[in-house]
Antibody, heavy 117, light 110 residues
Framework: EVQLVESGGGLVQPGGSLRLSCAASGFTFSRHYMHWVRQAPGKGLVWVSGIETDGSSATYADSVTGRFTISRDNAKSTLYLQMNSLRAEDTAVYYCGRGQYYAKDVWGQGTTVTVSS | QSALTQSPSASGSPGQSVAISCTGT?????????VSWYQQHPGNAPKLIIHEVSKRPSGVPDRFSGSKSGNTASLTVSGLQAEDEADYYCSSYAGTYKWVFGGGTKLTVL
């Protein structure tokens, strides 16, 4: 079964850091572009970041550039998102998504990040 | 990276057809045939229902169809069913390996 499972979310103070993980199974992880997408409480989906199959290139939404870093370990079939200098507006459910057809065809169940003092 | 524009809500009775629009710019929707649509039920992860403007992934009913004209994309749900009640999001490739989503449309089946 093709599956993505996120972990690492939690409560963090403003200015703090958190690293999210996304474990992939059921498909050849190294062959797919991967994404992070977030959804603030009661709000819509927002694309956060994407990474090339071999990790050589990554892109970010303007709102997280310079604070978030996406990476991947193809040997472990795992995607990461290192989040630094966290702000209240980063509070959201964070989803990882598999890239296919310039879309996201498989999604994890999400992990919740809450930034609050 | 401005969000694509969607109407906040849409509705229809069972069996009817409903169209949801998504407006962008020549830098996203108008520039690429990489528009996708996602269905999200409350508390669940999004589900891909349309990719590359009009293509349906395996398992998605043919009641769902997509199209594009200029900077506007549309999702049509025909033969509305109760389980179609959900939030729908459009998304487009915006060049240089960046993507943008719409604000979402809440579809109510009356």
């Amino acid at each position: 079964e093709v599956q993505l499972v996120e972990s690492g979310g939690g409560l963090v103070q403003p200015g703090g850091s958190l690293r999210l993980s996304c474990a992939a199974s059921g498909f050849t992880f190294s062959r797919h572009y991967m994404h992070w997408v977030r959804q603030a409480p009661g709000k819509g989906l927002v694309w956060v970041s994407g990474i090339e199959t071999d990790g050589s290139s990554a892109t970010y939404a303007d709102s997280v550039t310079g604070r978030f870093t996406i990476s991947r370990d193809n040997a472990k079939s795992t995607l990461y998102l290192q989040m630094n200098s966290l702000r209240a507006e980063d509070t959201a459910v964070y989803y990882c998504g598999r890239g296919q057809y310039y879309a996201k065809d498989v999604w994890g169940q999400g992990t919740t990040v809450t930034v609050s003092s | 990276q401005s969000a694509l524009t969607q109407s906040p809500s849409a509705s229809g009775s069972p069996g009817q057809s409903v169209a949801i629009s998504c407006t962008g710019t020549s830098s996203d929707i108008g520039g690429y045939n990489y528009v996708s649509w996602y269905q999200q039920h409350p508390g669940n992860a999004p589900k891909l229902i349309i990719h590359e403007v009009s293509k349906r992934p395996s398992g998605v009913p043919d009641r769902f169809s997509g199209s594009k004209s200029g900077n506007t994309a549309s999702l049509t749900v025909s033969g509305l069913q109760a389980e179609d009640e959900a939030d729908y999001y459009c998304s487009s490739y915006a060049g240089t390996y960046k993507w943008v989503f719409g604000g979402g449309t809440k579809l109510t089946v009356l």
